[in-house]
């Protein structure tokens, strides 16, 4: 079965992943929902297992909390010494880092990923030193609690009434080649507690008091659960994807909605947000670009507000690039195993389906084994365009037709004596084949029409009329209108798709090369250095690039001359890293701003804005610049994380 096209961002992710398993070591992380659930057990028990193949195994660090039948377990297995620190008249044991990479293990077990260390000590928390031992080629065992998951940490919060400080990024868990989780339900749970299996007495004790309650545990139950399943879901995704598997398996359910840049697509919208939450279901709402020459940024940026308006409903967008509308939306519904699509569907007269057929029929023919549901009617008055964004008639192209095949015309006729007729037919194909390279499919039909009426006007007998007496000269008239007219489709289709792909491999590639630039820099400054020109060629756009420092906002790189924000600028840059959302230009917040504020997003939080101002005033970028920017942006905020937990 042929596998499906990449997206850009697939592509990338996937170079990214064979190099990380080239060059790190693997990363297995035991995850539950609160201590005592059998985390540091099971990871024992599996490296004995290990051991007993032959591989080369040692613990780097495990928190035994006094627990008899863990200490037994590690009888088996090379404990490497623990580093002692003095800190403020005590001495703490830590795990050793340096000796660890001395020794070089194979697999080394690595308990609490969300300890902290003790000052002094080359990083500041134990997921630093696992980065590292996986940096350096070293497999790597761990265990992890759910609360604490960095983006967990607001939902934890609320459900025990405290702030967890010790957390790890959620890049770490991306990390991960394997999550396993070990799960117990609460009463046995609390079972194990009271028998002294988690804690010694006096803690458990106090732990029933506070974190040990049964509402308490079973909702980080289902956080952790959760988490596992999107885990899960991720890695089904990649594996269909691999195999080009195109059928949906419907694991769960998730709704697809089809907007257009017309405004009654804010209905769709509205009705996919009320059917998602009736099934507590994900969605994601989709755009379809089509590289059509002479099409309006407007209509292009109408459809970017329709699919602002999802993303502030809950829903995950994405903007595709093709010819052929509904292949790529099915062909996005099977990559994503959507289940279901809302579609909209306005009431159109007999004739006009009899010669063509709607988009939502398009989709319900190709749809197998997903649900369509249709939303029929006109919706609204604001169904139509403004005039202002109607497309214009290309008259440039229509006088190019008019020009092409009179001078074909001309041609002929002075050699007309020369020529056979077949000769002079097959001189109009190809003008009908240069003005179809125009991409328009009107002006190419009005060169098939004008080229038949001249070639029987002028070129075939009785000469200069229009008689249609001859039934073999009319068949070949007739034959020659059908074969510009299949040059012509031809034509324009192929102009059309090698836009797309063109469009395609510079997104890939423009992803790509900052990948590999930013991979190759270490510093904050100069990885800003490295992705603001980058950024400022790519768009042709004035870049800026600030950072948070002392909680205030302040300029790390520009790609032009020196620039000086005003107060407006400086308050709508603190608002989108606030909130870690656009504002400005092509944006439902504060729009007739001369540039576009994008937040600088890592897996924790906003570490900073990127300021982008078109060099061409009030331009706005289309859907595939914004969706290039986006990528961008997210490649350069994950690397300034990355960069940044190194250096604590």
Same mark, same amino acid.
């Given at each position: 079965?042929?596998?499906?096209?990449?997206?850009p961002?697939?592509?990338?992710?996937?170079?990214?992943?064979?190099?990380?398993?080239?060059?790190?070591?693997?990363?297995?992380?035991?995850?539950?929902?609160?201590?005592?659930?059998?985390?540091?057990?099971?990871?024992?028990?599996?490296?004995? +297992?290990?051991?007993?193949?032959?591989?080369?195994?040692?613990?780097?660090?495990?928190?035994?909390?006094?627990?008899?039948?863990?200490?037994?377990l590690? !009888?088996?297995?090379?404990?490497?010494?623990?580093?002692?620190?003095?800190y403020?008249?005590?001495?703490?044991?830590?795990?050793?880092?340096?000796?660890?990479?001395?020794?070089?293990?194979?697999?080394?077990?690595?308990?609490?990923?969300?300890?902290t260390?003790?000052?002094?000590?080359?990083?500041?928390?134990?997921?630093?030193? +696992?980065?590292?031992?996986?940096?350096?080629g070293?497999?790597?065992y761990?265990?992890?609690?759910?609360q604490?998951?960095?983006?967990?940490?607001?939902?934890?919060a609320?459900?025990?009434?405290?702030?967890?400080?010790e957390?790890?990024?959620?890049?770490?868990?991306?990390?991960?080649?394997?999550?396993?989780?070990?799960?117990?339900?609460?009463? !046995?749970?609390?079972?194990?507690l009271?028998?002294?299996?988690?804690?010694i007495p006096?803690?458990?004790?106090?732990?029933?008091?506070?974190?040990?309650?049964?509402?308490?545990?079973?909702?980080?139950?289902?956080?952790?659960?959760?988490?596992?399943?999107?885990?899960?879901?991720?890695?089904?995704?990649?594996?269909?994807?691999?195999?080009?598997?195109?059928?949906?398996?419907?694991?769960?359910v998730?709704?697809?909605?089809c907007?257009?840049?017309?405004?009654?697509s804010?209905?769709?919208?509205?009705?996919?947000?009320?059917?998602?939450?009736?099934?507590?279901?994900?969605?994601?709402?989709v755009?379809?670009?089509?590289?059509?020459?002479?099409? #309006?940024?407007?209509?292009?940026?109408?459809?970017?507000?329709?699919? %602002?308006?999802?993303?502030?409903?809950?829903?995950?967008?994405?903007?595709?690039?093709?010819v052929?509308?509904?292949?790529?939306?099915?062909?996005?519904?099977?990559?994503?195993?959507?289940?279901s699509?809302?579609?909209?569907?306005?009431?159109?007269?007999?004739?006009?389906?009899?010669?063509?057929?709607s988009?939502?029929?398009?989709?319900?023919?190709?749809?197998?084994?997903?649900d369509?549901?249709?939303?029929?009617?006109?919706?609204?008055?604001?169904?139509?365009?403004?005039?202002?964004?109607?497309?214009?008639?290309?008259?440039?192209?229509?006088?190019?037709?008019?020009?092409?095949?009179?001078?074909?015309?001309?041609?002929?006729?002075?050699?007309?004596?020369?020529?056979?007729?077949?000769?002079?037919a097959?001189?109009?194909?190809?003008?009908?084949?240069?003005?179809a390279?125009?991409?328009?499919?009107?002006?190419?039909?009005f060169?098939?029409?004008?080229?038949?009426?001249?070639?029987r006007?002028?070129?075939?007998?009785?000469?200069?009329?229009?008689?249609?007496?001859d039934?073999?000269?009319?068949?070949?008239?007739?034959?020659?209108?059908?074969?510009?007219q299949?040059? #012509?489709?031809?034509?324009?289709?192929?102009?059309?798709?090698?836009?797309?792909?063109?469009?395609?491999?510079?997104?890939?590639?423009?992803?790509?090369?900052?990948?590999?630039?930013?991979?190759s820099?270490?510093?904050?400054?100069?990885?800003?250095?490295?992705?603001?020109?980058?950024?400022?060629?790519?768009?042709? #756009?004035?870049?800026?690039?600030?950072?948070?420092?002392?909680?205030?906002?302040?300029?790390?790189?520009?790609?032009?001359?020196?620039?000086?924000?005003? !107060?407006?600028?400086?308050?709508?840059?603190?608002?989108?890293?606030?909130?870690?959302?656009r504002?400005?230009?092509?944006? !439902?917040?504060?729009?007739?701003?001369?540039?576009?504020?994008?937040?600088?997003?890592?897996?924790?939080?906003?570490?900073?804005v990127?300021?982008?101002?078109?060099n061409?005033?009030?331009?706005?970028?289309t859907?595939?610049?914004?969706?290039?920017?986006e990528?961008?942006?997210?490649?350069?905020?994950l690397? +300034?994380?990355?960069?940044? #937990? %190194?250096?604590?």
């Amino acid at each position: 079965m042929p596998k499906q096209r990449l997206s850009p961002e697939e592509f990338l992710n996937r170079v990214h992943e064979e190099e990380r398993h080239q060059l790190q070591g693997k990363l297995k992380i035991y995850l539950g929902a609160a201590p005592g659930v059998g985390k540091t057990y099971t990871m024992i028990e599996e490296a004995r +297992i290990k051991h007993a193949q032959g591989i080369d195994v040692v613990v780097g660090i495990i928190e035994t909390h006094g627990r008899h039948d863990i200490e037994v377990l590690l !009888d088996k297995l090379e404990v490497m010494p623990r580093q002692a620190i003095e800190y403020r008249g005590q001495k703490l044991t830590e795990f050793d880092l340096d000796a660890a990479l001395k020794r070089n293990p194979t697999l080394i077990l690595m308990d609490e990923m969300a300890h902290t260390n003790a000052p002094g000590l080359r990083h500041d928390k134990r997921w630093q030193d +696992i980065k590292e031992l996986l940096d350096r080629g070293i497999d790597v065992y761990t265990t992890l609690n759910v609360q604490h998951i960095e983006s967990l940490n607001d939902a934890v919060a609320q459900i025990l009434h405290t702030h967890i400080k010790e957390t790890v990024p959620d890049f770490m868990i991306e990390l991960a080649d394997t999550i396993e989780l070990i799960d117990l339900p609460p009463e !046995d749970l609390l079972k194990r507690l009271q028998e002294g299996k988690v804690y010694i007495p006096e803690q458990a004790t106090l732990a029933t008091e506070h974190f040990f309650r049964k509402g308490n545990l079973s909702a980080l139950r289902e956080l952790a659960l959760r988490t596992t399943a999107e885990r899960v879901e991720a890695q089904v995704l990649l594996y269909r994807q691999n195999l080009g598997i195109k059928h949906v398996w419907p694991t769960k359910v998730k709704l697809l909605v089809c907007v257009s840049a017309r405004y009654r697509s804010t209905k769709l919208i509205r009705t996919a947000r009320r059917m998602a939450s009736r099934l507590k279901a994900e969605w994601l709402a989709v755009y379809v670009d089509t590289p059509q020459l002479k099409v #309006s940024d407007e209509i292009r940026n109408s459809a970017i507000q329709n699919l %602002h308006l999802a993303e502030r409903l809950g829903a995950t967008t994405a903007i595709l690039m093709g010819v052929n509308v509904s292949k790529e939306i099915m062909d996005f519904a099977r990559k994503r195993n959507i289940t279901s699509i809302v579609i909209g569907k306005t009431i159109r007269s007999q004739w006009r389906n009899f010669f063509s057929r709607s988009l939502a029929d398009k989709i319900i023919r190709q749809s197998g084994e997903i649900d369509v549901y249709l939303i029929t009617g006109e919706f609204d008055d604001s169904a139509k365009l403004p005039s202002s964004h109607t497309k214009r008639i290309p008259w440039r192209a229509y006088i190019t037709a008019f020009a092409t095949v009179s001078i074909i015309t001309l041609i002929n006729y002075l050699l007309r004596d020369f020529l056979q007729t077949s000769s002079m037919a097959m001189l109009y194909l190809i003008g009908v084949a240069i003005v179809a390279s125009l991409g328009e499919f009107g002006a190419a039909l009005f060169a098939s029409l004008l080229s038949v009426a001249s070639f029987r006007f002028c070129f075939t007998l009785p000469y200069y009329c229009f008689s249609m007496t001859d039934i073999p000269s009319n068949l070949n008239l007739i034959l020659l209108f059908l074969l510009t007219q299949i040059i #012509s489709y031809l034509a324009i289709i192929s102009l059309r798709q090698a836009h797309a792909v063109h469009l395609a491999e510079k997104h890939t590639s423009a992803l790509y090369n900052l990948s590999r630039q930013l991979a190759s820099t270490r510093g904050v400054d100069n990885l800003l250095t490295t992705a603001v020109p980058y950024l400022a060629a790519l768009l042709d #756009s004035d870049v800026m690039a600030l950072l948070c420092e002392d909680h205030s906002l302040i300029i790390q790189a520009r790609s032009g001359p020196s620039t000086v924000l005003n !107060d407006k600028d400086k308050s709508i840059a603190q608002w989108v890293y606030d909130l870690g959302q656009r504002a400005g230009l092509g944006t !439902d917040t504060l729009p007739l701003s001369d540039a576009l504020y994008v937040p600088l997003v890592a897996s924790r939080k906003s570490i900073g804005v990127l300021r982008v101002c078109p060099n061409q005033p009030s331009r706005l970028f289309t859907p595939e610049q914004m969706q290039l920017l986006e990528s961008c942006v997210n490649q350069i905020a994950l690397a +300034i994380e990355v960069d940044k #937990s %190194h250096i604590g």
